[in-house]
């Protein structure tokens, strides 16, 4: 029986979900064609009549990971009224995203997560890096509207650093806590800088 069942969808949608829900609860390894099929409640055809291999259907998972951090975070720039908000937005959709709800609670960026499974070189590894650089990217950009360029990258990467070790130790703790905690951080380098 299908547990998660996504009647009238899409079978990509279908597929997407069960997937994003399996890879991010038990990692990519672990999770099989066949449980990604049943719990999206498709043939197996459906899969490969969707996407080419197994590769193709993570590649596919961290492209709409990453769609979905850049629609957070244009969420919460939306509401900010500032550049420093337009900074602390960033921290705010990474909190967003520790807060949703996952099947097993929060286990960390589920890009990072694919990307430690995936071999150096890996087109999958190579795409969680740009987007890793999209967020630094976007808190220079921010940052520049009220910093020299010079002092808004030399910050956009301490903010960067802030903001990853707090990704991890969230992951590993389960709770958005540490995010919190690196947005007060950030939101004090950026004031006295």
């Given at each position: 029986m299908n547990p998660n069942p996504c009647r009238g969808q899409p079978a990509r949608e279908r597929l997407m979900k069960a997937a994003a829900e399996l890879f991010y609860s038990q990692g990519i390894a672990a999770t099989g064609i066949d449980s990604i099929t049943q719990r999206a409640g498709v043939a197996r055809k459906s899969l490969y009549n969707n996407f080419a291999s197994k590769n193709d259907l993570v590649f596919a998972y961290i492209q709409e990971r990453h769609q979905e951090w850049l629609d957070l975070y244009e969420l919460q720039a939306s509401k900010a009224e500032s550049p420093r908000g337009l900074v602390l937005a960033v921290f705010d959709a990474y909190i967003d995203h520790a807060n949703a709800a996952y099947i097993h609670g929060f286990r960390g960026?589920?890009?990072?997560?694919?990307?430690?499974?995936?071999?150096?070189?890996?087109?999958?590894?190579?795409?969680?890096?740009?987007?890793?650089?999209?967020?630094?990217?976007?808190?220079?950009?921010?940052?520049?509207?009220?910093?020299?360029?010079?002092?808004?990258?030399?910050?956009?990467?301490?903010?960067?650093?802030?903001?990853?070790?707090?990704?991890?130790?969230?992951?590993?703790?389960?709770?958005?806590?540490?995010?919190?905690?690196?947005?007060?951080?950030?939101?004090?380098?950026?004031?006295?800088a």
């Open positions: 960026c589920g890009l990072l997560n694919v990307a430690a499974e995936l071999p150096a070189g890996a087109p999958g590894r190579l795409a969680v890096r740009g987007h890793k650089e999209q967020v630094e990217s976007i808190l220079n950009t921010k940052l520049a509207m009220i910093f020299p360029s010079d002092r808004a990258a030399e910050l956009a990467e301490q903010l960067a650093f802030v903001l990853e070790g707090a990704v991890a130790r969230a992951g590993l703790e389960g709770s958005a806590s540490r995010l919190v905690q690196a947005r007060k951080i950030a939101a004090s380098l950026v004031d006295a």
